[in-house]
């Protein structure tokens, strides 16, 4: 069975840093990943899609990267809305597997 | 939007159906998921069905215990769970593929709130 993995698990940051999560799966999967932000209390919000599609609305300060088995979130300018915890997203025809999550707090 | 409904406390063996009903979209062109997430834990896929309602899918750990199906003259889908055990106490999100195609096989851009399910006895 496919696995995805995320790491870190947990990342400290400060508003203004640059912060990248990194996911990574068991076999090639070539872009077939998505990025979600979850806040306590609430639905998960799709951020990119195909590895590297920003969802619309979603501010540009996000960005996706990767293909095959090994995928970057990137935040480019961390605003106080950021903290949250982020997922990625495997799907194809027959299945759909995420990540465990990278929880970014503020240091 | 999405809206779950029907989310209980239940006894472990017992059953339960879930609804979601779909507005604010043309729900007969889009294939739809659950997903639930344990209290604390993280997000877990449950099943997909496709928009026709002819293609469905699941996990394993739900495998021939839950089916998912789907009303479109209604915009409603549903999720009959049987045998419910205490590691399916979760709450249960329905969400919306985002593929126009009607394939399951994209990322899901529209969640609703979730209805919560408790196995407990």
């Known amino acids: 069975d496919l696995q995805m993995t995320q790491s870190p698990s947990t990342v400290s940051a400060s508003v203004g840093d640059r912060v990248t999560i990194t996911c990574r799966a068991s076999?090639?999967?070539?872009?077939?990943l998505a990025w979600y932000q979850q806040k306590p209390g609430k639905a998960p919000n799709l951020l990119i899609y195909?590895?590297?599609t920003l969802e619309s609305g979603v501010p540009s300060r996000f960005s996706g990267g990767g293909f095959g088995t090994e995928f970057t979130l990137t935040i480019s300018r961390l605003q106080p809305d950021d903290f949250a915890t982020y997922y990625c997203?495997?799907?194809?025809?027959?299945?759909?597997?995420f990540g465990p999550g990278t929880r970014l707090e503020i240091k | 939007q999405l809206l779950e409904s029907g989310g209980d406390l239940v006894q472990p063996g017992g059953s339960l159906r879930l609804s979601c009903a779909a507005s604010?979209?043309?729900?007969?062109?889009?294939?739809v998921a659950w997903v639930r997430q344990a209290p604390g834990k993280g997000l877990a896929w449950v099943s997909v069905?496709?928009?026709?309602?002819?293609?469905?899918f699941y996990a394993d750990s739900v495998k021939g215990r839950f089916t998912i199906s789907r009303d479109n003259s209604k915009n409603v889908m549903f999720l009959q769970m049987i045998g419910l055990r205490a590691e399916d106490t979760a709450l249960y999100y329905c969400?919306?593929?985002?593929?126009?195609?009607?394939?399951?096989?994209?990322?899901?851009?529209?969640w609703g709130q979730g209805t919560m399910v408790t196995v407990s006895s």
């Open positions: 069905i496709s928009s026709s309602g002819g293609s469905t």
């Open positions: 997203h495997h799907y194809n025809s027959y299945s759909h597997t």
């Open positions: 969400a919306k593929v985002g593929d126009y195609s009607g394939s399951p096989a994209n990322a899901f851009d529209l």
């Open positions: 195909d590895a590297s």
């Open positions: 604010g979209f043309a729900f007969t062109s889009y294939a």
């Open positions: 076999q090639r999967i070539s872009r077939r």
